[in-house]
């Protein structure tokens, strides 16, 4: 199973290995298997200053038709189904409504009209709700839609400031290093990006060592406040794009990539050696 930890801590849940996450609505999150269609699961949550926001929106939840209540796992919830057809095969959509606290999560589960729910359940009693003042704490996890578009952002941004200065795009892996090392001595990569130009070049970078060395993968590390991608063979972290060329970009100045890649490259061979 893998788990999932929505911004900022607000709730977390574990799901099955063959399922994905994929793009919805703001604030919402969508989940299901790309190789088998088991059925849509989506997710999202509310909060408000009142400690007895949850139990509310759960009263209100109960007051529409057919809803009732329903455990889940240690989930006292409001469930309810709408039962609809398109193209002449009957789906099902299944809500539920979870209070807790300032906290109100929904989830739903879309699928034709036999199939069990033994699924989305395990996924509900798995679910684990937090407290405002609550974080998660030192959690590598697959990484999530937020990160992968922010890696998106990121090389395109770099990848266009490239053609506006030197007319080049990204190529191969030798020819893009050279490129990055030009942009980091330009002025124009922190009037453009301020304090977040060397995250952004970070990031950047990694994403040439992922199509190079085979066996690096993205994920999510969420510890506290902290929330980012990082770059992992195996169990190890072996970069922290964010933080390759400081916190603040502070070191972009006299950063040397070559060598920034060959301590990447030690600490892979030090991870694949375990």
Request: charged share 25%; hydrophobic share 40%.
């Amino acid at each position: 199973m893998k788990k999932f930890i929505a911004p900022d801590s607000w709730f977390a849940f574990l799901y099955p290995d063959t399922w994905f996450e994929f793009n919805e609505e703001p604030d919402c999150f969508l989940f299901y298997n790309p190789e088998r269609w088991e059925g849509n699961f989506r997710i999202s949550a509310y909060r408000d200053a009142s400690p007895s926001f949850g139990d509310r929106m759960m009263c209100d939840a109960l007051k529409v038709s057919g809803a009732r209540l329903q455990k889940v796992g240690r989930w006292e919830t409001i469930y309810v189904a709408d039962l609809f057809t398109e193209q002449l095969v009957e789906y099902i959509t299944h809500r539920w409504t979870i209070g807790c606290g300032q906290t109100c999560v929904e989830c739903s589960f879309t699928a034709t009209a036999d199939e069990h729910l033994g699924m989305p359940n395990a996924l509900i009693a798995s679910l684990e709700i937090l407290h405002p003042r609550d974080t998660f704490r030192n959690q590598y996890i697959p990484v999530r839609v937020a990160e992968v578009e922010l890696i998106e952002s990121c090389y395109a941004s770099v990848e266009e400031l490239g053609m506006k200065l030197f007319k080049e795009r990204f190529r191969d892996f030798d020819y893009n290093v050279r490129l990055l090392q030009k942009l980091v001595q330009r002025p124009e990569l922190t009037k453009q990006f301020g304090a977040d130009a060397g995250a952004v070049i970070g990031v950047v970078l990694c994403v040439f060592l992922t199509e190079t060395i085979e066996g690096l993968e993205w994920k999510t590390y969420v510890h506290g406040k902290v929330e980012a991608p990082v770059l992992m063979y195996g169990d190890s972290c072996v970069a922290r794009p964010m933080l390759l060329f400081g916190k603040q970009g502070e070191l972009l100045g006299v950063a040397d990539i070559p060598d920034i890649i060959e301590e990447i490259r030690a600490r892979i061979e030090e991870a694949a050696a375990c």
